[in-house]
């Protein structure tokens, strides 16, 4: 009996079904959670060289409790569950799963944490992350530095970490931006995830913190080297940012305009050229002539259930500084010394779990354009806090900000405002964002000593 063929999907369906898709990630605010992504470079203690594929993977395996916690791709370890032993009443043990670890494509090592109801949790896996990853570096003699941009090695130097997803990446995207080889390689970020309850509530959280990515960049700016000098940016990692493929980074399109819903974000994620399609292993690189729906369209063997697929595997390769996949990913900060990471999560945890904190920031800030917001953005790379678009001046907005994120975790986390405290001191008190006291240091106590630098960021 021959094999029946569905139809090809109409485009109203597919808006249907993808929208539909993203209804299915509504969370109730009483459950609403948060995550941490934390990314950290790695350097050879002796001769501080980037860690080589097989070097990062050994150290990756050193974390996984049992060989089942690894990831692999035949024999190349990609990850790793993270796993701790908790005693259970009757005295026996269990693993309890505490986050994962993924190795990036330049061979940054990643924690992602489980997301989490509040941030004492967070801070309770990161701190336990970093002190296993402590003592595996002084075991290995390999050292783990926070920047938002590699302070020493040039990307000729760079080791490629040979993942599937990697391999497809890199031709596709070095074709559409001059800078997306260093992006891939030589950038790492601090980032954090946030739940949505309703369509609504989704417009309100992505608009805001859309709009307001360009001041959270500025406040937590901390890569102003590269190749072992200055760079004249304060974020290096966001003016490479801004010279990747513009077709999926930057703000999302239809966020600027008054209507957004599941429906215009649907229809921009389809318009947006496809990198790949993943069949089981094996990644098939497209040449980005073909968007997404024009890849749907001309399926004939196609069901729903692959759709979905296809779709998850496509908004994984938008890289937007607010992304919206099974939750808000914000994404727009450079990699920071931990308790200002956990400021970072708070920060946005305030601004958009907090309705009265989310009104208060919304009229803050004023309403740019799309092309106004990466004008702005492009300012904020090069002066992080000082920088200036027209009449707005980012300082000043950045301290607004921190002070509306503290009222919202205080009425909704009251004990958690402490997250805040580092981030306070740093922006309203001393007015500088963490790249200012580097850049202080390197012409001061410093005297231009790049091994100062490296032993100022190593958290490992």
């Known amino acids: ?127 336990a992350y970093l002190a296993r990853l402590k003592d595996i570096a002084q075991q290995e003699q390999v050292i783990f530095v ?108 239809p966020v600027f305009d008054d209507d957004f819903d599941f429906t215009a974000f649907v229809e921009y994620a389809v318009n947006v050229p496809l990198m790949f399609v993943r069949r089981g292993e094996h990644y098939t690189l497209k040449d980005g002539d073909m968007t997404f729906g024009d890849f749907i369209n001309r399926q ?19 890289f937007t500084d607010v992304r919206l996949r099974s939750c808000l990913e914000m994404r727009m900060a450079d990699c920071v010394e931990p308790s200002l990471g956990l400021a970072f999560a708070a920060l946005w945890k305030g601004l958009l779990y907090d309705v009265e904190a989310a009104t208060a920031a919304r009229e803050l800030m004023p309403r740019l354009s799309r092309d106004e917001t990466l004008e702005l953005h492009g300012a904020v790379a090069r002066d992080a806090l000082a920088a200036r678009l027209n009449t707005l001046h980012v300082l000043p907005l950045a301290k607004e900000i921190v002070r509306v994120a503290e009222s919202g975790l205080r009425r909704i986390a009251p004990d958690e405002v402490r997250f805040l405290d580092g981030l306070h001191s740093l922006v309203i008190e001393d007015e500088m964002c963490p790249a200012d006291k580097l850049i202080a240091a390197w012409g001061g106590e410093w005297n231009g000593r790049i091994e100062k630098l490296i032993e100022h960021c190593r958290v490992a």
């Open 146 to 253: 926070h920047t938002g941009f590699d302070a020493l090695r040039p990307l000729d130097e760079q080791h490629w970490f040979p993942k599937r997803r990697y391999q497809v990446m890199r031709p596709f995207l070095t074709k559409r931006g001059e800078r997306a080889a260093d992006m891939m390689t030589r950038t790492c970020a601090i980032q954090a995830s946030y739940d949505f309850s309703s369509e609504a509530d989704l417009a309100r959280k992505l608009e805001l913190s859309t709009r307001i990515a360009p001041i959270a960049t500025a406040m937590f700016a901390n890569s102003p080297f590269a190749d072992g000098k200055l760079t004249g940016f304060k974020s290096t990692r966001a003016a490479t940012w801004l010279a990747t493929d513009t077709a999926r980074t930057g703000g999302i399109p």
């Open 1 to 127: 009996m021959e094999k029946e063929t569905a139809a090809p999907f109409n485009p109203d369906e597919i808006c249907a079904h993808l929208a539909d898709d993203l209804r299915q990630e509504y969370v109730a605010p009483a459950q609403w959670r948060c995550g941490i992504e934390y990314e950290l470079f790695g350097y050879t203690k002796d001769g501080l060289n980037r860690l080589d594929p097989s070097r990062i993977a050994h150290i990756v395996e050193r974390f996984a409790a049992t060989p089942s916690s690894l990831i692999k791709e035949d024999s190349l370890t990609t990850g790793a569950r993270l796993h701790e032993r908790v005693a259970s009443q009757d005295g026996a043990h269990a693993n309890m799963t505490e986050g994962e670890l993924s190795i990036e494509p330049g061979g940054q090592l990643e924690f992602s944490s489980l997301p989490r109801r509040t941030l004492i949790e967070l801070e309770r896996d990161l701190k």
């Open 300 to 318: 004939t063997d196609y069901d729903r259930a692959s759709l979905l697929f296809d779709w998850r595997e496509h908004l994984s390769t938008l």
